[in-house]
T-cell receptor, first 113, second 113 residues
Framework: ELKVEQNPLFLSMQEGKNYTIYCNYS?????LYWYRQDPGKSLESLFV?????AVKQEGRLMASLDTKARLSTLHITAAVHDLSATYFC?????????????FGKGTKLSVKP | EADIYQTPRYLVIGTGKKITLECSQT?????MYWYQQDPGMELHLIHY???????EKGDLSSESTVSRIRTEHFPLTLESARPSHTSQYLC????????????FGEGSRLTVL
């Protein structure tokens, strides 16, 4: 059974600082997705990582995928308040119900001045 | 921008009422999903469909039912709402022929009194 673990689950950062959110998963998969959710809103797609070594960057966020280590990272550079949100990673569940994504529990990020 | 729509966005009803949450997408995606999410918490898959006339229960037991008579439409019905059904319900769809990311609707926030 595929399990997806994110850490940390809560992250309080100061503006200008760097930090990394980790997403580990338990079985083989080569598709990983990152989503952002603002309070009271739906999920918005941030990154789609489709192969080992994939790296995507958008503004102050950079995501990478290491399928051999079953690990994805979401790196935040020089955080700003606007990045405060909950970030979810999700992995394709090939071994189980095909076509379904398994989500991590989310990392709630709070960026303070 | 994703073309997936949910109605109603907000609904407050009394215990015992029957409700239907509507979800429509115009992208021609075969795979559609319903997730339940309490504020700031993890997502729970409650129903999914791989195409017309296909419906499956998800990982979280739910007293709701779904139907998929048309590709674009995936409504969720609660025959008799209870306060424990109070939550946000997110509809999503995806197409595995491309990047496979999930596109989410804006959500339906249900409150049962």
């Amino acid at each position: 059974e595929l399990k997806v673990e994110q850490n940390p689950l809560f992250l309080s950062m100061q503006e200008g600082k760097n930090y990394t959110i980790y997403c580990n998963y338990s079985t083989t998969s080569d598709r990983l997705y990152w989503y952002r959710q603002d309070p009271g809103k739906s999920l918005e797609s941030l990154f789609v990582l489709l192969s080992n070594g994939a790296v995507k960057q958008e503004g102050r966020l950079m995501a990478s995928l290491d399928t051999k280590a079953r690990l994805s990272t979401l790196h935040i550079t020089a955080a700003v308040h606007d990045l405060s949100a909950t970030y979810f990673c999700a992995v394709d569940n090939y071994g189980g119900s095909q076509g379904n994504l398994i989500f991590g529990k989310g990392t709630k990020l709070s960026v303070k001045p | 921008e994703a073309d997936i729509y949910q109605t109603p966005r907000y609904l407050v009803i009394g215990t015992g009422k029957k409700i239907t949450l509507e979800c429509s997408q115009t992208m021609g995606h075969d795979k559609m999903y319903w997730y339940q999410q309490d504020p700031g918490m993890e997502l729970h898959l409650i129903h999914y469909s791989y195409g017309v006339n296909s419906t499956e229960k998800g990982d979280l037991s739910s007293e709701s039912t779904v139907s998929r008579i048309r590709t674009e439409h995936f409504p969720l019905t609660l025959e008799s709402a209870r306060p424990s059904h109070t939550s946000q319900y997110l509809c999503a769809s995806r197409d595995l022929r491309f990047a496979g990311e999930l596109f989410f609707g804006e959500g339906s926030r249900l409150t049962v009194l």
